[in-house]
């Protein structure tokens, strides 16, 4: 038993953790089944505290997992993605997928991250990123006119997706005319679905928040918004990071942006791109790095990260010092000190 501090989302708790009784099936190796059970409230007096700050397994609200290895999300820090461009078929298959090798004897349903997806890039004809050789065939839907638009949101409303992703991507090719790009907005909310918009060019992160999208899927980086425009979009929609997908000119034109959508309350999410580029499926600390340079840090970084509820997320755990980039998996050797860190399975 261990006192705890954890994060539940709004602010720091106190709780106790304990290991629940499950002899014989209760074995200590790590990759097999354990049972940890958080209770919030302060911990009888005497109880041995653990240092550091407990979380559920963080979110990245920004990834393409067609372009990376799947397997290795069973073992990263990420309890939960969010696809934000890829064949619905595939993906409604992955969101039910078991990332870890099956093993009856170990509990890989609990290794398995929640998958949200958006289905395809809904672009305008020619448009990007239909013409890139990266995107996976199925990935993108050219909508033509807003009559096409309607009936595209519909039938992926009807396969699953969580939300409906739209590109603007003005450098790139053409874009979806605003009657268009209205018509997905107004058909999403029929279906309560939110939108998010790659916006990239002169003028396309205010346009695509201007008409309806309440989410971009980058923090805007083609150009330096005005104090007025970062109020705007502070006040409309949340942006997601991707701040390491950039270096130089582009990343320091990015965190002023951020750095000031921050100072207006703006809100501001934890993704990485990840399939773009060399990037870990797991946790990026260069994105990490990159937000705090943007000066989000401490509790503001944290919720950035949405890490899952901790009070029921089972051994789905994260041990956190402060810096979230030193974060790990709990073991059972972090709750008793007696378990043996080295045993292997009977």
């Not at 963080?58 to 990420?78: C, K, Y």
């Not at 899952?308 to 010092?321: E, I, N, R, V």
């Amino acid at each position: 038993m261990r006192a705890v501090t954890f994060y539940d989302g709004e602010g720091m708790r106190e709780g106790t953790l304990t290991l629940r009784s499950q002899a014989p099936e209760l074995r200590w190796a790590p990759e097999l089944r354990w049972a940890p059970e958080l209770v919030e409230g302060p911990a009888p007096a005497g109880t041995p505290r653990l240092d550091g700050v407990i979380t559920g397994l963080f979110t990245d609200h920004h990834v393409h997992l067609q372009l990376v290895d799947l397997t290795l999300l069973a073992e990263s820090r990420l309890g939960r993605v969010v696809d934000l461009g890829a064949d619905p078929a595939w993906i409604a298959e992955v969101s039910d997928h078991d990332f870890a090798d099956s093993d009856p004897d170990g509990s890989p349903e609990r290794r398995r991250p929640i998958v949200r997806y958006a289905g395809p890039f809904l672009t305008a004809p020619g448009g990007y990123p239909s013409d890139r050789a990266w995107a996976p065939a199925g990935s993108v839907r050219e909508i033509p006119d807003a009559e096409h638009a309607a009936r595209t949101v519909d039938e992926l409303a009807a396969d699953g997706v969580s939300l409906i992703k739209v590109v603007a991507h003005s450098d790139a090719g053409p874009v979806l005319d605003d009657d268009t790009f209205r018509a997905v907005v107004h058909q999403a909310a029929v279906h309560h679905l939110p939108v998010v918009a790659h916006a990239e060019g002169a003028g396309q992160a205010q346009r695509a928040v201007r008409l309806g999208a309440t989410r971009l899927a980058h923090a805007p980086f083609s150009e330096r918004l005005s104090d007025a425009e970062i109020a705007a979009q502070a006040a409309s929609a949340s942006w997601i990071s991707t701040l390491a997908i950039h270096d130089g000119d582009t990343l320091a034109l990015a965190i002023d942006n951020v750095r000031r959508f921050i100072a207006a309350g703006g809100e501001i999410l934890y993704g990485t791109d990840m399939g773009n580029g060399d990037a870990p499926v797991d946790l990026r600390e260069t994105e990490i790095e990159a937000l705090r340079a943007a000066g989000l840090d401490g509790l503001d970084l944290l919720a950035s990260l949405s890490p899952a509820d901790p009070l029921a997320s089972g051994p789905l755990l994260l041990l956190l010092d402060g810096d979230p980039n030193r974060a790990r998996r709990l073991t059972p050797a972090d709750i008793d000190t007696d378990i043996p860190t080295d045993i292997t399975e009977p």
